[in-house]
């Protein structure tokens, strides 16, 4: 998978230094992958979930954060959109 744009993985990791490790092993599993939907994902990474209308969220480090990104499988490419505390993602405002 073609992933845009790691920047935010960077960015979102010098806001919380806990998450550096977390986002670079998902960077790594995403970047080798091959997937062709949601049900390939999560063959990889189990709590992957797909909000109904665009976005797949990925729970990083035991759920203390949330990935939400973007998977154009037919072109095999990531959009990185948010990456948020859990406390952010429930309310919503990243829609």
Same mark, same amino acid.
């Given at each position: 998978m073609h992933i845009i744009s790691r920047k935010k993985l960077v960015?979102?990791?010098a806001a919380h230094a806990d998450l550096e490790?977390?986002?670079?092993?998902?960077?790594?599993?995403?970047?080798?992958a091959d997937w062709k939907s949601i049900d390939d994902v999560r063959k990889t990474l189990?709590?992957?979930d797909y909000d109904g209308k665009q976005y797949t969220i990925f729970n990083i480090k035991g759920n203390s954060y949330?990935?939400?990104?973007?998977? #154009? %499988?037919r072109f095999q490419?990531?959009?990185i959109k948010h990456v948020l505390t859990h406390t #952010? %993602?429930?309310k919503g405002n990243w829609r």
């Open positions: 960015e979102a990791a490790g977390p986002l670079d092993t998902w960077y790594r599993i995403a970047k080798r189990p709590t992957a949330r990935l939400s990104v973007k998977i #154009e %499988y490419m990531i959009y #952010e %993602y429930d």
